[in-house]
């Protein structure tokens, strides 16, 4: 069995678009500049595409230094700096974050119609199993495999991209589902350790080139992908995972698994 790297993407905003890169580095944290940024309510609470759908619709990219996100016919462009650092959460689990200013929550405001301000992560978060992450729900990196989606869309009466279940690494030559029965990818020295199954919400259903949300694939999968974990039920497609060996991923990067 080979099995290969065939995407890599990175989310600079979180629950905005992604990055498709050819090659990444991989940290403690997930792959660089991934959930570095988030858009909150102005009482800090974080603000997804389950509340926001119009978040897909934005498409950011970050090398470091510069920020740029467009949306439709306008892009915003600038280089954050050091500012003073506030409280902020990701699903009631406090964290934190430097504001990035007025004139940027107002390019956001104005176009995601809604009162919102954009931070940058700060700090160190850690979360369960011993992992460090940004502004990601669980674990720093998902991993969805090309043959489970064609399994999917085999199911669907009309298919669907990749980009609709917005993982980090997507690997080719583990089966359908395969991801599910192997608890370590290897690269070299980089090394993933697939912790649990991905339990998939309403964001799937929205259509990241339109913001618009349906009712499929979360009914199709509802009826084949429903599980429990660690006493929680829930449509799983895809796995999370924290890095345990780090440095660079390349797409056509071989992969031993296990």
Known sequence: MTVVVRQLNAFPIKSAGGTSVGEAELLATGLRYDREFMVIRPDGRHLSQRELPGLALLRPSFDGVKLTVQAGYSTLVYEPEPGPVRDVSVHGQVCLGVDQGDEVAAWLGEVLGEDVRLVRFAGLRVVK????MMYGDGEPISVLSVESLDDLNGRLAK?????????????????????????????????IELIRPCGRCVIINTDQDTGRRGREPLRTLAGYRTSSFEGSRAIMFGRLGVPRGVGTLRVGDVAACS
């Open 129 to 132: 199993r011993g992992a460090s």
């Open 159 to 191: 298919p669907l991209p990749m980009r609709r279940f917005r993982p980090n690494i997507v690997v080719e030559g583990l089966g359908a589902y395969g991801e599910d029965a192997i608890s370590r990818i290897r690269v070299g020295e980089v090394e």
